[in-house]
Nanobody, 133 residues
Framework: QVQLVESGGGLVQPGGSLRLSCEVS????????MGWFRQAPGKEREGVAC????????AYVDSVKGRFTISRDPTKHTTFLQMNDLEPEDPAVYFC??????????????????????????WGQGTQVTVSS
């Protein structure tokens, strides 16, 4: 079973940077997708960024485009979320998620499953990100 463990959360000032890490274990497929989601108090969980190892595509929610970057190190089984220029809207618990296996098609792309949380069967416990001056 795929297991995910997030780390790297903390308190940062507005405009600051933070990098989250997700250590992955139990991955037995070459074709998969990894993503970052977040949930703020009183709000629904939303997708932030995701990556497909099948076709090397990435997807981001509009609010973080140009500020956040998802990346991975397959040899170390780790997925990262680099967060720059953090804003007051960004504080939340950030979760790492996996969709294993993931075989993208013309009718089922990474962008398609990004908004469908049911497509992501593996979840980490979350790491808190706080933005405050």
């Amino acid at each position: 079973q795929v297991q995910l463990v997030e780390s790297g959360g903390g308190l940062v000032q507005p405009g600051g940077s933070l990098r989250l890490s997700c250590e992955v274990s139990g991955l037995e497929y070459t074709h998969y997708a990894m993503g970052w989601f977040r949930q703020a108090p009183g709000k629904e969980r939303e997708g932030v960024a995701c990556y497909s190892n099948s076709d090397r595509r990435t997807a981001y929610v509009d609010s973080v485009k140009g500020r956040f970057t998802i990346s991975r190190d397959p040899t170390k089984h780790t997925t990262f979320l680099q967060m720059n220029d953090l804003e007051p809207e960004d504080p939340a618990v950030y979760f790492c998620a996996g969709s294993v296996p993931f075989f993208p098609t013309e009718s089922r792309t990474l962008e398609d499953i990004f908004s469908r949380q049911s497509e992501w069967e593996s979840w980490g416990q979350g790491t808190q990100v706080t933005v405050s001056s």
